[in-house]
């Protein structure tokens, strides 16, 4: 058990259709880290949170793509108007020391 | 420029012997991290190892040593007695300064395939 769990595990989506994913770290860390994986790849990095801030996001994270960590705990991450290209695997990470530790991520697919 | 490579796309190694994957690395910052994450199919990346930039030893964690190589930039992952369930994708990842925001990239990936 890494302490970070995610929701939905699996998510299928109409390409158009708004989806949503949850990242509940166990306990309170400061950062907070989204990454992508797309199919054959290595994770990518979204964004990161230090408690409630976001302060810094890729640009891979287009104008569709919302995070939040309202309370410094959990996040979300919203996808507007989704695309077929946003089918992927996205990983949820929370520092601790000098290691990110990853949630069991949650996977889209977008028809 | 690729920070991470990964040579190898695929590895076999048979059942209780040793296998090393190749990982290299570029940056021009003094201070950064190097780690492995290994990732079998449920999905989940499993944090393996980290050897810090400045640590003078090779890391080492039961079965799962970091061959680390300054000057040449590599960063190779050493797995002993090889079991079946070793069977996985491996990741070489690299944290650079902390003015990156502690931001992990990542290789391409091995695929390991430990055979009986």
């Known amino acids: 058990d890494t302490g970070v769990s995610q929701d939905p595990r699996h998510k299928i989506t109409k390409r158009g259709q708004n989806v949503t994913f949850r990242c509940d770290p166990i306990?309170?860390?400061?950062?907070l880290y989204w990454y992508r994986q797309t199919l054959g790849q290595g994770p990518e990095f979204l964004t990161y949170f230090q408690n409630e801030a976001q302060l810094e996001k890729s640009r891979l994270l287009s104008d569709r793509f919302s995070a939040e960590r309202p309370k410094g705990s959990f996040s979300t991450l919203e996808i507007q108007r989704t695309e077929q290209g946003d089918s992927a695997m996205y990983l949820c990470a929370m520092k601790e020391g000098e290691t990110q530790y990853f949630g069991p991520g949650t996977r889209l697919l977008v028809l | 420029a690729q920070k991470i490579t990964q040579t190898q796309p695929g590895m076999f190694v048979q059942e209780k012997e040793a296998v090393t994957l190749d990982c290299t690395y570029d940056t021009s910052d003094p201070s950064y991290g190097l780690f492995w994450y290994k990732q079998p199919s449920s999905g989940e990346m499993i944090f393996l190892i980290y050897q810090g930039s400045y640590d003078q030893q090779n890391a080492t964690e039961g079965r799962y040593s970091l061959n680390f190589q300054k000057a040449r930039k590599s960063a190779n992952l050493v797995i002993s007695a090889s079991q079946l369930g070793d069977s996985a994708m491996y990741f070489c990842?690299?944290?650079?300064?902390?003015?990156?925001?502690?931001?992990?990239?990542f290789g391409a990936g091995t695929i390991l395939r430990v055979k009986s």
């Open positions: 306990s309170e860390h400061n950062r």
């Open positions: 990842a690299m944290r650079e300064g902390y003015r990156y925001g502690n931001k992990l990239v």
